[in-house]
């Protein structure tokens, strides 16, 4: 059994490590290597599923590794946020039942991790802020201290919009976000769709394309099905679209409770990278950003917080 370990990396730039790929305790790094290129550099969208792009054809990730370390006995672990999760394992389901049909005979399991802590990160993110802050008024710097409050005000303010249009019972929904001190704002970075059963396909891939379409890179959705039942052609649907390059499109199935979490985790992932770059900002704000051991040492302390690494 081939032990596959991923992690989708939540903020990697254009030239980053995207997914962190270990197998067997062995990490893939090399350059050198057919899984280095077509998986680590590559957002999972890129190599997930299937396609053919002129002359090169990609099984998918699970026909991948069986062909590159023959073995049809994979146990993956999966870190990251679950709603990356829900789309990996579904996608991996129908992989192995093709496979099986083929008459592969392949063997797949999955554990979660969950390394999505909001909680964690807004608190060590604020105390970065706090600190600056501190340098910021001991030099008497009145300008530094006004964009640190700024940005400290979009972190304590989780701000989602809600399109109540498709969903049957938007009044509990509203209020059950309300309940979890959740705010609804139509200036937000990340907008909620919730949805169920009778929604049609074609109504949810007019309506995702639509904003997508309108809105561009500039907006987040996450698509949340409330459904009793799983609802394979919505998710089917949904996946389609990301597979076109729709990155700003999440989707996850109602898990009681814990999809509020869910909502919480896509908008701090949404609005983190945009966090870092004003931090950032302000840091090169002071004068002696580049000499200052303390300063020096505060971009240290924000490199660590959003570039999160396998153990």
């Given at each position: 059994m081939k032990k596959i370990e991923l992690y989708i990396v939540p903020h990697a730039k254009d030239n980053e490590v995207k ?33 053919k792009k002129k002359l090169f054809v990609w099984d998918g990730l699970l026909a991948e590794i069986i062909e590159e370390f ?123 769709i919730p949805v169920d059963g009778s929604v049609s396909v074609s109504n949810i891939r007019h309506f995702l394309s639509s ?101």
């Amino acid at each position: 059994m081939k032990k596959i370990e991923l992690y989708i990396v939540p903020h990697a730039k254009d030239n980053e490590v995207k997914t962190r790929l270990v197998v067997d305790g062995n990490k893939i790094d090399s350059k050198d290597n057919r899984l280095t290129n077509l998986v680590v550099y590559q957002p999972m969208r890129k190599w997930l599923n299937p396609y053919k792009k002129k002359l090169f054809v990609w099984d998918g990730l699970l026909a991948e590794i069986i062909e590159e370390f023959n073995d049809k006995s994979i146990q993956f672990l999966f870190s990251g946020c679950k709603a990356d999760f829900t789309i990996f394992k579904k996608c991996i389901l129908l992989q192995q039942a093709k496979l099986n049909r083929n008459g592969g005979a392949v063997d797949v399991g999955f554990d979660f991790a969950d390394t999505c802590n909001p909680r964690n990160t807004i608190k060590e993110m604020i105390d970065i802020l706090d600190d600056l802050r501190v340098e910021a008024d001991n030099w008497g710097e009145d300008e530094i201290i006004e964009k640190i409050d700024s940005v400290k005000d979009v972190i304590c303010t989780c701000n989602i919009a809600m399109k109540a249009d498709y969903i049957t019972s938007a009044t509990s929904f509203e209020s059950l976000l309300q309940n979890h001190k959740v705010s609804l704002r139509e200036d937000s970075d990340l907008t909620v769709i919730p949805v169920d059963g009778s929604v049609s396909v074609s109504n949810i891939r007019h309506f995702l394309s639509s904003l997508l379409e309108k809105n561009g890179a500039n907006k987040k959705y996450l698509v949340i099905n409330i459904s009793a039942r799983d609802n394979e052609t919505l998710f089917d649907a949904v996946v389609s679209l990301n597979g076109t390059g729709d990155s700003n499109i999440k989707y996850i199935e109602n898990d009681g409770e814990n999809y509020i979490l869910e909502i919480v985790k896509m908008y701090y992932l949404a609005v983190f990278p945009i966090t870092k770059q004003k931090t950032v900002e302000i840091l090169h704000m002071f004068p002696d950003h580049d000499t200052n051991s303390f300063l020096i040492d505060i971009s240290d302390r924000i490199d660590d917080l959003f570039c999160i690494s396998l153990k």
